[in-house]
């Protein structure tokens, strides 16, 4: 049965898109407010790509604490916390350490599998619908160690989950693992493949969703600022813009890490906070790469994209801002000789440094459902590593629950009030 209650989603990155796409398809009269112009940074821009099922194990997971104490101390380490008295900062970080335990993980680990299995085959969809026009390949996912204990960490941690989870890992020796990529020379000590996953080019993506949106009959509203909202008997009437008051019958808040700005005055709460990544893209790279890769001990992300390359990486939770740190960047930079030796510092002369924020809750699950108190506004957001990958899972879903069908993944982990 097709729908015509009319949705406004707030915020144009790629997850306000696929909410924009599933509920248009639904035959909903959509409109998306983005405070930016329709050529705009979002924090997909710069991604990595990745649509990672292999992804299964939640920031919060054991060991993470005591790494990022440990990572503090080290502003060129993979992850670093600005110290700052931060009331929200405070909180988050308590939430954090709470769900950083083993049983969350087993609880967690199904539910990501499920959101990343669904959002590639939803993917695949697109790809076909949009005629293969943002380079989606399905090459897997090759997690390089570059050291024999490295490669032993992920065998036991990541590969053995993922392999009990259905998400199938194989562990590779060097030799099986420089088989798989014979155009580089790798210095490692193997690696854990990860068939199923695949990869994007995300500028790509966000330009042919927007297109299909247009012709589907989406109205973007560019350069509109959400500030507030008007309520009315537990309902939202309407979201105050720099355009005017505007009314909806329904409202869903995809604002990446402003959400919990976007939601002042509702007296709601939301954790979050801003994980700042940053990637450099060679233009022309010297060898030919076919598999993203990430290089495991220090966290770098690595993928082919067109003729490019896009090296990528870091989590730094300092706050809302657009500061550029040069020595993480340059950690991004010392790590990538060790695991691709053809590679040096000189390749990276002249590559500005792109950074994006990741909206990071403090159990590593999204917020996916509607708020109690306003029954008709709904959150999409906070998918911090893997915003990507399940941006289109994240949309369907957000149309299920206004549609009143049932979800196609469960949604208790996601709930939005779960910090109320
Ligand atoms: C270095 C790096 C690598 C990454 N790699 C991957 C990867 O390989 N795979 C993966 O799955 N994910 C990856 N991610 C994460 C992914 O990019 C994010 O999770 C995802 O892009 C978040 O999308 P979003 O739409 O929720 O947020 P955003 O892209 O931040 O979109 C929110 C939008 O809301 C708008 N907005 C904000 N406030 C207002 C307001 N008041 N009024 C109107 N509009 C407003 C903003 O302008 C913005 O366009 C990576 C991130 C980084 C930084």
Redesign the pocket.
């Known amino acids: 049965m097709r729908e015509s209650k009319s949705v406004i989603v707030?915020?144009?990155?790629?997850?306000?898109?696929c909410c924009a796409y599933y509920l248009a398809r639904e035959g909903r009269a959509v409109t998306v407010?983005?405070?930016?112009g329709e050529v705009?940074d979002?924090?997909?821009l710069?991604?990595?790509?990745?649509?990672?099922p292999s992804h299964v194990i939640p920031l919060a997971a054991p060991g993470m604490v005591w790494q990022g104490l440990k990572w503090m101390l080290n502003p060129r380490s993979p992850f670093y916390i600005k110290p700052r008295l931060d009331s929200d900062l405070l909180r988050w970080s308590w939430l954090f350490m709470r769900s950083a335990n083993r049983a969350h993980v087993e609880r967690a680990a199904p539910i990501l599998r499920d959101l990343c299995v669904a959002s590639r085959a939803l993917f695949e969809e697109l790809d076909d619908i949009t005629g293969h026009a943002f380079e989606f390949k399905k090459e897997g996912l090759l997690n390089l160690c570059k050291t024999a204990a490295g490669l032993d960490h992920e065998a036991h941690g990541l590969a053995r989950l993922a392999n009990e989870l259905g998400v199938e890992a194989q562990i590779l020796n060097a030799a099986q693992t420089a088989a798989l990529e014979p155009g580089i020379k790798l210095d490692v000590a193997g690696s854990v493949y990860f068939p199923i996953d695949a990869?994007l080019t995300?500028w790509r993506f966000a330009q042919t969703l927007t297109a299909l949106l247009k012709e589907m009959g989406v109205r973007f509203q560019w350069n509109?600022?959400?500030?507030g909202w008007r309520t009315e008997a537990g309902r939202i009437a309407a979201v105050q813009?720099t355009a005017g008051d505007l009314l909806a019958d329904e409202f869903v808040l995809?604002?990446?890490?402003?959400a919990p700005?976007?939601l002042t005055g509702l007296g709601l709460r939301l954790p979050l906070q801003a994980?700042?990544?940053?990637?450099l893209t060679l233009p022309q790279p010297r060898f030919k790469v076919t598999k993203p890769m990430i290089c495991t001990e220090r966290r770098i992300?690595v993928?082919p994209m067109g003729d490019t390359l896009r090296f990528?990486?870091?989590m730094e939770l300092s706050g809302i801002n657009h500061d550029v740190r040069l020595e993480r960047v340059q950690q991004i930079i010392d790590s990538v000789p060790l695991y691709f030796p053809e590679l040096t510092a000189a390749d990276f002369s002249g590559i500005q440094p792109w950074?994006?924020?990741?909206?990071v809750a403090p159990d590593g699950m999204p917020y996916v459902g509607r708020f109690n108190r306003y029954r008709n506004l709904t959150a999409?957001?906070g998918?911090?590593?893997?915003?990507?990958?399940?941006?289109p899972i994240s949309g369907l879903l957000v149309a299920e629950i206004l549609a009143g069908r049932k979800p196609s993944v469960a949604l208790q982990m996601l709930d939005p009030n779960r910090y109320a």
């Open positions: 707030c915020g144009g990155g790629v997850v306000g898109l407010l983005e405070r930016n705009r979002h924090c997909a710069g991604s990595a790509g990745y649509v990672s990869h995300p509109t600022t959400v500030f813009t995809a604002g990446g890490s402003w700005a976007m994980g700042k990544g940053y990637s992300a993928t990528g990486g870091t950074h994006g924020l990741r909206p999409a957001c998918h911090a590593m893997l915003g990507v990958t399940m941006a």
